[in-house]
């Protein structure tokens, strides 16, 4: 149904405030990871971030650096309930807050002449922040603002990034409309949508590989589509369009065919290129990505939607930092062998896949801080019926006031890297609520060695689907327990040039490379570096694709910080390959994987598959030996 008045339009599940949702166990230590590294300490070595930004008064950057990296760090303050960073927070929301306009303008003045963009990444760092602290002055400053650009739009109209992303002011306008009445809640989605890039039309015919390499332009920048595939569900909350709904999936399908990755991730280095393992993928994609499939993991209770975000938050975004999250790329590979300055077939810069404080552009530098947060603030939901939803797996924990009761519900596990999970109740007395559990569509179909199991206290196992949210409804009671048994089947997907990928779980597993890292500038520890390999790369493997649990053997260890990190990977898969000689590089990245099965007369060698996010130099798509 369209939202016809000030009522806000339903979703299937509720994000709960930021600080109901807490990380726990390997979870938290990453989370103080990031503190401990650029995160925390951002606006101390990046100009843009100092005491001259705009957003602090200054004359100096006062566009987008300043909300990205607030749209991070405040949900990371108030998660790790850090006083150092809840202070650097202040200093930034308390200006903005105490300089508003007479008309309703949030922020500085700027000279760019796409002036509503940032502010759209600022009104959902202000959503944020009122969720964390109840401060009273959000909710009327952006009910203001939200008039003043209906007001202003008919004579400055969106352009530039502000046209190619106005689903971002849709997310805010649904939170400020779940909270209380506003004039325009009915009339600005269909002002924005008539103004801004028609995703949907791009969707219905998308643009393949070739085209988009010929003319790149804002309507193939990568970062642009991670936003976008939220942008017609949402927008089926104001218009009531089934199609509308219905494009978000499309619009996955379509990146999947033409620039999929193993991962779930499409690459774009700067814009999007291909299916080729070697092609990059610039970081904001990731982050935002998985903030559009939070969103839509909300409003539509998809759970293939919750599946992906997991492979990009336990791939992906760990597979672009270095351990210590003091420095990261603006873009990765699946297939990543060398990390230099170096011309590649990118349209980006040659410095795009080092590792360092700000390689290439500087907006992944700032925006990159929402990854692990929002992820873990996204974990639970609640839900129309008064219950609680798992989304995403980790060690977690989630408070909520039920009717008059408190409950606490705390996830023990070291998910992804073992698919053991135990659920402790707490609370004061008998509560009853419905309580729901994902059931990942990657454990496919059951039988006898394959069992996923969900059990209540010692009662008899639950039947569960794959690919579905599994429902417990009940009265619960203090220090009841739900255990939750995912079996880690080993998976093999078909690649390009019908290369494979080792899955497993959650987990894509990468080609474990020996590399040499070079300082080659930068301050340590926000420096810049070159990695290079230290040990072959260009491996087939020895595979039974049907059956791949009769060529990997599997080695679990416990999890040990930084656990994404080559030395302290918590899974290991060994696996027998030789090497294939013609397999070379193609300039500064590997070839593509040479079609399989391929002929090799090199001897048979044991190479080790760790988690990708914990390879930092890598073969995630392999081409299969010939039996």
Same mark, same amino acid.
């Given at each position: ?7 806000a339009?339903?979703?299937?599940f509720?994000? =709960?405030?930021?600080g109901?949702v ?15 590294? &650029? ?8 100009p ?7 957003? &602090?008064g ?6 987008? +650096?300043g ?5 991070? &760090?405040?949900?990371?303050a108030?998660?790790l ?7 650097k927070?202040? /200093? ?11 008309d ?11 002036i509503w963009?940032?502010r759209?990444v600022?009104l ?6 009122a969720?964390?602290?109840?401060d ?6 952006m009910?203001a603002?939200?008039i003043?650009?209906q ?6 109209p ?8 106005w689903?971002?002011?849709l ?11 506003c ?6 989605? /269909?002002?924005?949508?008539s103004?801004?890039?028609? !995703?949907?039309?791009h ?5 393949i590989e070739?085209k ?9 920048h ?6 976008? +595939?939220?942008?017609?569900?949402l927008y ?7 199609e ?7 619009a996955?399908?379509?990146? %999947? ?10 690459t774009?280095?700067?814009h ?10 610039? =970081?904001c994609a990731? $982050?935002?990505?998985?903030?559009s499939l939070? #969103?839509?993991?909300s409003?539509?209770g ?14 992906n975004?760990?597979g ?13 590979q ?6 230099? #300055? ?6 980006n ?8 404080l ?6 992944c ?10 992820f873990?603030?996204n974990m !639970? ?6 219950g609680?939803v798992a ?18 519900i705390? @996830?023990k *596990?070291?998910y ?9 109740? /707490? ?15 990657w454990?496919?179909?059951i039988s006898?060695n394959?069992?996923?199991m969900? +059990?209540?206290?010692? %009662?008899k196992?639950? *039947?569960v689907?794959?690919?579905t949210?599994?429902?417990?409804k009940?009265t ?6 739900i255990?939750?048994?995912f ?11 019908n290369?494979v990928?080792?899955?497993r779980g959650?987990?894509?597993y ?7 890292w ?6 340590t520890p926000?420096?810049d570096y ?15 694709t049907?059956?791949?649990e009769n060529?990997?053997? +599997? ?7 930084p ?11 060994t696996a027998?390959?030789r090497q294939v000689p013609? !397999? ?20 048979? @060698? ?10 930092k130099l ?5 081409? $299969?030996?010939?039996?």
């Amino acid at each position: 149904m369209a939202i016809t008045d000030n009522t806000a339009p339903k979703r299937t599940f509720n994000p =709960l405030p930021l600080g109901t949702v807490l990380p726990r166990g390997w979870l938290k230590e990453q989370l103080q990871i990031q503190a401990d590294g &650029l995160s925390g300490h951002l606006d101390e070595v990046f100009p843009d971030l100092g005491p001259d930004s705009g957003w &602090l008064g200054g004359s100096g950057e006062s566009w987008e +650096v300043g909300p990205y990296y607030l749209d991070g &760090l405040v949900p990371l303050a108030y998660l790790l309930e850090d006083s150092r960073l809840k202070a650097k927070v202040s /200093k930034w929301i308390n200006w903005t807050l105490t300089h508003l306009g007479q008309d309703g303008w949030i922020g500085p003045n700027t000279d760019h002449e796409d002036i509503w963009w940032p502010r759209a990444v600022m009104l959902k760092v202000l959503a944020q922040y009122a969720e964390a602290t109840q401060d009273r002055r959000v909710e009327p400053a952006m009910a203001a603002y939200f008039i003043l650009l209906q007001k202003s739009l008919v004579e400055k109209p969106l352009k530039v990034w502000g046209k190619f992303r106005w689903g971002e002011y849709l997310v805010s306008l649904l939170w400020l409309c779940e909270r209380r009445p506003c004039p325009v809640f009915s009339d600005l989605p /269909k002002l924005i949508h008539s103004q801004g890039y028609n !995703w949907i039309d791009h969707f219905n015919y998308f643009m393949i590989e070739n085209k988009v390499r010929q003319h790149p332009n804002l309507a193939t920048h990568v970062v642009n589509h991670a936003m976008a +595939v939220k942008y017609p569900g949402l927008y089926s909350l104001y218009s009531g369009s089934e199609e509308h709904r219905s494009m978000s999936d499309k619009a996955m399908e379509w990146l %999947d065919r033409f620039h999929g990755c193993a991962t779930g991730l499409f690459t774009g280095d700067e814009h999007l290129s291909g299916p080729n393992p070697s092609q990059g993928t610039e =970081l904001c994609a990731v $982050v935002e990505y998985m903030y559009s499939l939070e #969103v839509l993991s909300s409003l539509f209770g998809n759970a293939a939607h919750a599946d992906r975000l997991e492979s990009l938050a336990y791939n992906n975004l760990p597979g672009t930092f270095t351990a210590d999250m003091w420095a990261h790329q603006y873009d990765q590979q699946a297939n990543q062998v060398l990390c230099t #300055v170096e011309k590649r077939d990118w349209t980006n810069g040659p410095d795009a896949n080092i590792y360092g404080l700000a390689p290439n552009y500087k907006c992944c530098t700032a925006n990159f801080n929402q990854g692990w947060p929002k992820f873990v603030s996204n974990m !639970w939901m609640g839900t129309p019926d008064g219950g609680l939803v798992a989304i995403a797996y980790g060690p977690s924990e989630v408070r909520k006031t039920i009717g008059t009761t408190p409950v606490t519900i705390t @996830e023990k *596990t070291d998910y992804p890297f073992s698919g053991e999970i135990e659920l402790e109740i /707490k609370t004061s007395g008998q509560v009853n609520f419905p309580l729901y559990l994902r059931i990942p569509g990657w454990i496919g179909e059951i039988s006898d060695n394959n069992i996923a199991m969900v +059990v209540v206290n010692k %009662d008899k196992p639950e *039947t569960v689907k794959a690919g579905t949210y599994h429902s417990i409804k009940r009265t619960w009671k203090n220090k009841d327990r739900i255990t939750i048994m995912f079996p880690m089947k080993l998976r093999v997907s078909r690649r390009y040039n019908n290369s494979v990928a080792i899955q497993r779980g959650a987990l894509t597993y990468s080609l474990r490379i020996g590399s040499r890292w070079k300082q080659i500038g930068g301050e340590t520890p926000h420096a810049d570096y070159e990695v290079r390999p230290l040990t072959p790369w260009n491996y087939a493997l020895i595979l039974d694709t049907e059956k791949p649990e009769n060529s990997l053997q +599997v080695e679990e260890k416990s999890v040990k910080m930084p656990c994404f990190s080559e030395i302290k990977a918590p899974v290991v898969i060994t696996a027998k390959a030789r090497q294939v000689p013609e !397999w070379d590089m193609d300039g500064a990245s590997a070839a593509p994987p040479p079609q399989s099965p391929v002929t090799s007369s090199r001897p048979v @060698e044991e190479v080790e598959l760790i988690p990708y996010g914990a390879a930092k130099l890598r073969i995630t798509e392999f081409p $299969v030996a010939e039996k």
